[in-house]
């Protein structure tokens, strides 16, 4: 089965000749296009203070004259351990004026995990946040360490190598090409050492500009609020997507601001995990509950209204004159109280990374929030898949980027193909010829079904659980079932080689087991009840504490690391077996 994405266009016109697509272009057009108009918002003393297209694009210039004053050069590799801040960004863009490539680190990266990633890719040099980062990379004997303290003499350089040779910038920017390295990007894994993604100029160009394609998915107004890392594809995209189209982004360093952040950015684009859709709706669903009297009467009529609104516009269908005036009525007394939660401005939240559960989406939206997934891996420079606002289908990623296109192997592995598609892993030949047939299409690893064009993904082909009995189960589906539940924080589902399913859960914030017990084994049986008898859950453990990143039980974007969290509790597992 094969689908391709229509080749429609939306977006600003911008140049895609043979050799010009490179994220220098990019950049150079993105500050032509706007200079007046605001690129990125940053928090100073509790303001949010603008910096335009044209102030960014000079401190992007100066900061490339200084890379190249520092001898950095076309092909040398300069890491990035930083959180989400805009120093992140003009300095990525300024790598790409002179032909760097990028090796970005997440921030709370181990110094181990940190050394992994700029010896592997060779790095020359490293910029840090600041000395407590700067600390992980001492010992490595880099030629250059900067930090961000460092922005101001490393722009002063710049400014007296422009007055020396004020076109040499322009000529390091001409001199590359499409097929040129860009940025790696180390995949986090759930299991073994990170692979180093080469992702060429044209992978990401084409990756943008698929996107900007994409029918009100991102407008040049927009407001954007960005707390993801950008050490991964996801939040790395919507930087280089914001040069595409236009629009502003806040930056959040801290994803525990994020709260903070939302009612005073307003943002009218949220791009997020789904971990914190996943809170959001916690929260909700837990102050509905404690409302009694009137208010608990008005609440679930206005989701009766909201549930119905819902149906008929995933149908694509308008809502009738009656039921339309109810919605407006629900949105001012109840949605709209929500909606602050998320700035009041909100258009469309975007979940990526992990699997959101379709429940939480549809409760969403039946508070008049749509929240749109889409799908892909690093391996296609971010997205194969998005669903768009004006159709969509709950449960799935959502139909083709235009110029992807998409087919189902005959044992399900969904298999892309396409400009996004990257150059392959980096001192890794052997796995490059494994995901990259001859035949061009990009092996995902995946499993999943297209059903009139929309991909639903099922599950990973190594995570498939095969019981002792020979029966294929989906664990990502009975985990995302489990997580509905306002006390589940995370659960793992086993069973691979076993005699039956069982399942490992632990508990949201502030919850004991004791006070969890009697709901967990409701939940667990509300999940069986529709199940064949060899998928069901027919034990389980609620764990002491939550899976954590910090014991590299989870990734970065909050996926869980299934062999190490296996082993951290084998002995829990075991028991379950016994």
């Not at 059903?451 to 095969?466: A, M, P, S």
């Not at 969890?516 to 504490?545: C, G, H, M, T, W």
Request: with cysteine; aromatic share 8%.
């Amino acid at each position: 089965m094969r689908q391709t994405a229509p080749d429609y266009d939306l977006g600003v016109a911008i140049t895609t000749a043979t050799g010009t697509r490179t994220i220098a272009r990019l950049w150079q057009d993105a500050v032509a296009r706007h200079p007046d108009e605001p690129a990125y918002l940053t928090e100073q003393n509790g303001e949010w203070q603008p910096l335009t297209w044209a102030e960014a694009g000079r401190i992007v210039d100066e900061l490339a004259h200084g890379l190249l004053s520092l001898g950095v050069r076309k092909g040398d590799a300069f890491a990035i351990l930083a959180s989400t801040r805009v120093e992140w960004v003009l300095f990525d863009f300024a790598l790409a004026l002179v032909g760097g490539v990028t090796a970005p680190v997440y921030m709370n990266s181990s110094a181990r995990d940190a050394a992994y990633v700029i010896e592997h890719s060779e790095a020359i040099g490293v910029l840090c946040e600041d000395d407590e980062q700067r600390r992980k990379v001492d010992a490595l004997g880099l030629e250059h360490v900067l930090t961000f303290a460092d922005f101001d003499d490393l722009r002063a350089r710049g400014r007296e190598h422009a007055q020396a040779d004020p076109d040499a910038v322009d000529r390091s920017a001409a001199q590359i090409g499409e097929d040129d390295l860009y940025t790696f990007i180390y995949t986090s894994g759930t299991t073994g050492p990170p692979k180093g993604c080469m992702i060429l100029h044209r992978n990401y160009f084409a990756m943008v500009d698929a996107a900007s394609r994409v029918d009100h998915f991102t407008l040049e107004r927009d407001v954007m609020l960005l707390f993801l890392p950008l050490a991964h594809n996801f939040g790395r995209c919507m930087t280089l997507l914001g040069a595409r189209m236009g629009y502003t982004i806040a930056f959040c360093p801290d994803p525990y601001a994020v709260a903070d952040a939302l009612p005073a950015v307003q943002p009218t684009v949220f791009p997020s995990v789904p971990r914190l859709f996943e809170k959001v709706h916690t929260g909700i669903t837990t102050k509905f509950a404690e409302e009694t009297g009137l208010k608990r009467a008005l609440i679930q009529w206005a989701l009766r209204v909201g549930r119905r609104a819902s149906a008929l516009r995933q149908a694509g269908e308008d809502l009738p004159r009656g039921l339309a005036l109810q919605h407006r009525l629900a949105d001012r007394l109840v949605y709209s109280k929500v909606k602050e939660r998320l700035g009041g401005r909100l258009r469309i939240g975007v979940s990526g990374g992990a699997p959101l559960a379709k429940e939480i989406i549809e409760f969403f939206h039946s508070l008049d929030i749509l929240i749109v997934e889409g799908y892909g891996l690093t391996e296609c420079t971010t997205a194969a898949t998005v669903n768009r606002m004006s159709s969509f289908r709950f449960g799935t990623v959502g139909p083709a980027l235009p110029g992807i296109e998409l087919r189902i192997a005959d044992d399900g592995e969904v298999l892309i193909r396409g400009d996004t598609v990257f150059g392959g892993y980096f001192k890794d030949e052997r796995a490059t010829q494994e995901v990259l047939g001859a035949d061009g299409w990009l092996r995902s690893g995946d499993v999943g079904h297209l059903d009139d064009g929309f991909l639903t993904i099922t599950d990973r082909k190594k995570d498939i659980l095969v019981t002792a009995g020979g029966k294929n189960v989906a664990p990502q589906n009975l985990e995302n079932a489990l997580k509905t539940h306002p006390l589940v924080s995370q659960a793992l589902v086993v069973g691979d080689r076993r005699p039956y399913v069982a399942a490992l859960i632990t508990l949201a914030e502030e919850t004991t087991p004791d006070d969890a017990r009697f709901e967990i084994e409701r939940l667990v049986e509300d999940v069986n009840r529709d199940l064949s008898r060899f998928e069901q859950i027919k034990r389980y453990a609620i764990l002491p504490r939550d899976f954590s990143e910090e014991e590299g039980e989870v990734t970065p974007t909050l996926k869980l690391k299934r062999r190490v969290c296996q082993e951290h509790f084998a002995a829990e597992i075991e028991a379950l077996y016994s």
